[in-house]
């Protein structure tokens, strides 16, 4: 008789099939939940900075560093070179112009200043000399002319004379050609004469002349030479104060080297450094604003130089109206440039959000205030404070402005 053999319930086969089935369900479940819950985040609002945006007035402008410096600068430079010898002041010294500053010793400009003073004073004795050379010379001419003018009227005399005998029958005609040939032959002479004595005073002249030249141009060079020598004596040029002095006793200061610089107290300007990305859109006559002691200043743009140097260019701006009191050389100052004309526009606060998002979405807030949502928008033109909106956003909206960097793929903060 057969024994009849009880089949098994659970084989292994099917107890692996089970587990199998039971870790694929719970894998799906997994993947749901964690899908489902990765999509949100709690967040706490004490840790955020939400704003709301709002219609009004928008201008372009970027933040730049200005620092004020001297209406006007006159840079002291060595005129000639030389060992410092005296300073008679400090630097930080309120100078009026033709004041002393310091003084430098060059003994071989000085050497050369009496070399050519005593040029000059050669010069002059030979002039003088030559001067009464011709001045004697002319005297003699004359004379000369006199004495020929004495025998013209005396051939005159002696001709008329025989001419009138002649006629008279009482000189015989050999008398009478002796004389008429004498008149003419002292007539020739006073021409003659007259003609030297013209052409004497001519060269005499040009002698004079070309003595004075020579005499003012070793003059002039000597002028030259003393004020090179007084240039050793550095003086203010304008009123003003002076700093940046450069020199110490004994020091050798060569030709052209910058000793300091004056600065005129009648004013200020301020010099802003500007990135080069704006180079295309800064001109003169763009404003500016900055506060101080809590009052805004406006400046405008008077200089535009358009020579970049690490990435940045530079500007000079003037203060339009009011100068604020205790401001002072040096000081460096936060201004805002305006880049266009004010208009209205729809404005959202500035904040870190901007770093993650390229200004391309943002968390928006519910109506309800308990959460908030990615929403795409499209920024336009900043200034220090806002973003313009062009698209995505509406008046009174809330969003969250700081940063989103624990955030990540986050599609919904719930705020509590």
Avoid: C
């Amino acid at each position: 008789m057969d024994i009849p053999i009880e089949k098994k319930r659970f084989t292994p086969t099917r107890i692996a099939m089970m587990a199998g089935g039971v870790l694929l369900i719970s894998l799906i479940i997994f993947m749901i939940v964690s899908s489902t819950g990765g999509s949100r985040l709690n967040v706490d609002t004490e840790r955020l900075s939400i704003n709301e945006v709002k219609q009004g007035v928008f201008q372009e402008n970027i933040p730049v560093n200005g620092i004020v410096l001297p209406i006007t600068t006159i840079y002291l430079d060595a005129v000639e070179g030389g060992r410092v010898e005296e300073k008679f002041v400090e630097d930080g010294t309120v100078m009026k112009a033709g004041d002393p500053i310091l003084r430098l010793s060059n003994t071989d400009l000085e050497l050369s200043l009496v070399n050519q003073e005593t040029a000059v004073y050669n010069l002059l004795t030979q002039m003088q000399i030559q001067q009464n050379a011709a001045r004697q010379n002319t005297i003699n001419r004359l004379n000369q002319l006199t004495d020929v003018e004495n025998s013209l009227v005396e051939a005159k005399r002696v001709y008329t004379l025989n001419r009138r005998l002649y006629e008279q029958q009482a000189l015989g005609k050999q008398e009478l050609m002796e004389a008429e040939n004498n008149y003419k032959y002292q007539q020739e002479r006073m021409k003659l004469a007259k003609e030297v004595v013209k052409q004497d005073s001519i060269a005499s002249g040009q002698e004079l002349e070309q003595a004075e030249s020579s005499y003012n141009r070793t003059r002039n060079a000597l002028e030259l030479m003393r004020k090179k020598v007084g240039d050793l004596v550095v003086r203010a040029p304008v009123d003003g104060q002076l700093t940046s002095l450069d020199a110490e006793i004994g020091q050798s200061k060569t030709k052209g080297e910058r000793l300091g610089q004056i600065d005129v107290l009648s004013g200020y300007k301020i010099r802003a450094d500007i990135d080069e990305h704006y180079i295309s859109r800064i001109y003169n006559g763009q404003t500016g604003t900055f506060t101080f002691k809590n009052r805004e200043f406006q400046l405008v743009i008077k200089k535009v130089f358009t020579q970049v140097t690490g990435g940045r260019f530079q500007v000079d701006m003037h203060f339009e109206g009011e100068v604020p009191e205790g401001i002072r050389r040096g000081q460096t100052l936060q201004i805002r440039l305006a880049l266009s004309q004010e208009k209205e526009a729809l404005l959202l606060a500035k904040g870190g959000f901007f770093q993650e998002t390229g200004g391309n979405w943002v968390f928006k807030v519910s109506e309800d205030g308990k959460s908030a949502y990615r929403q795409e928008i499209r920024l336009g033109s900043q200034n220090t404070e806002y973003y313009e909106v062009l698209e995505g956003l509406h008046p009174g909206d809330r969003v969250i402005t700081s940063g989103y960097d624990n955030f990540g793929d986050i599609q919904e903060l719930v705020l509590k």
